[in-house]
């Protein structure tokens, strides 16, 4: 088998996605995601320009020589928009592999090492009696794991609040707008917001919560310490990670479980992180990892200290980085959770696909390979728009962490 094709769509059903699509000569082909929030066309034009004429003639199942040629003998190594057009590839890759196999790429990757996967909703609300509806809501949908937040006090935006009364998408159509943030109002309020949880729900429920950069070690070492009395599952992102042993402080204060890795690139994002013990789960994806032939390694590095996996699960991964996720999730043995952001319904019709969630838990499906579908005359409905992220300035007007 040879790779005769290659080529990227972009597609904005809701929000802009990058999908590679790679053809062989025996008429199987595979999908790889490339959508980097925010920086979309640099992937596309990277992988267009510079990677896919590399692997036009290549053998689709040698994935690992593949990867490293693409990692190696780039020279420059590692940032987020190389790894996702190496995700790109890797996925798209594993995908033909199980399609030619006729099975799941789970079974390429070890097989079955549970039946299904435990999956947290986003729980949002303007202040907290609205969170807590929000929470019911999904308790009610069969969620048994809620990532929790509220608006704060005093704010006129909070990071993870829907604007309205549909799906929170933190990517803005034009260029960034900009929000408030403060600190102190902030670890004011989260610890009351947890509270309020808990006596509402008793101690059943699973509850997350996502600091999202915003804090020092020290700041979250104290937000860590106070929120112990209500038992979360974790809480991530609580500072930013470039300084790695910055986590030991947060450590040496608090027992409350640290996740942390939506944004890193390779295993050296979080090696310190991993084997020093300074987390408890590692939240790295397929496609901005550099697919699953990286990110196999990362969890296996990973379980020799007790770390487990929670990959990122937002609404800028397309349905072909989900599946891929969940397939990596049934895989592993240190699995831990999956986060699951509902993609809008255009969405999930230009990207049909065999993964579903019942019961709190979600499932990749039985198909060959990843079990998820490119329908590219729907996609050309949707053209690419302009779209950012936010950024955040504290109350004095000082730029911070999104």
Known sequence: MKITNAFVNITSPGRNFVTLKIETDEGIFGLGDGT??????????YLTEHV??????????????IWQYLYRGAYWRRGPVTMAAIGAVDVA??????KALNTPVYNLLGGKSRDGLLAYAHCTGKDIDHTLEDVAL????????????????????????????GRYEPAERGLPSEHQWSTEMYLRHVPQLFARVR?????????????????????????GKELEPFHL????????????????????????????????????????LIRNQFIDYIRM????????THLKKVADFAELYHVRTGCHGATDMSPVTIAAAL??????????????????DETNAVFPHQYRFKDGMMFPGDAPGLGVDLDEALAAKYPYLRAYLPINRKLDGTLTDW
């Open 36 to 45: 980097l929030n925010g920086r979309e066309l640099a992937v596309a034009s």
């Open 52 to 65: 896919l004429p590399c692997i036009i003639g290549r053998d689709p199942f040698q994935s690992e020589d």
């Open 93 to 98: 890759l594993w995908d033909i592999k199980g």
């Open 138 to 165: 999904h308790k009610e949908m069969g969620f048994k794991a809620v990532r929790v937040q509220s608006g704060i006090p005093g704010l006129s935006t909070t990071y993870g609040i829907a604007k309205g009364t």
């Open 199 to 223: 006596e509402t729900f008793g101690e059943e429920l699973h509850l997350l919560h996502d600091c999202h950069h915003r804090l020092t070690p020290i700041e979250a070492g104290r937000l």
């Open 233 to 272: 599952f974790w809480m991530e992102d609580p500072t930013p990670a470039e300084l790695q042993e910055g986590f030991k402080i947060i450590r040496q204060h608090t027992t409350t479980p640290i996740a942390v890795g939506e944004v890193f690139n390779t295993i050296w994002d979080a090696h310190d």
């Open 285 to 292: 994806t397929p496609v901005h990892s550099g697919g699953l």
């Open 327 to 344: 397939h990596f999730d049934t895989a592993v043995h240190n699995f831990g959770i999956q986060e699951l952001m509902p993609h809008t």
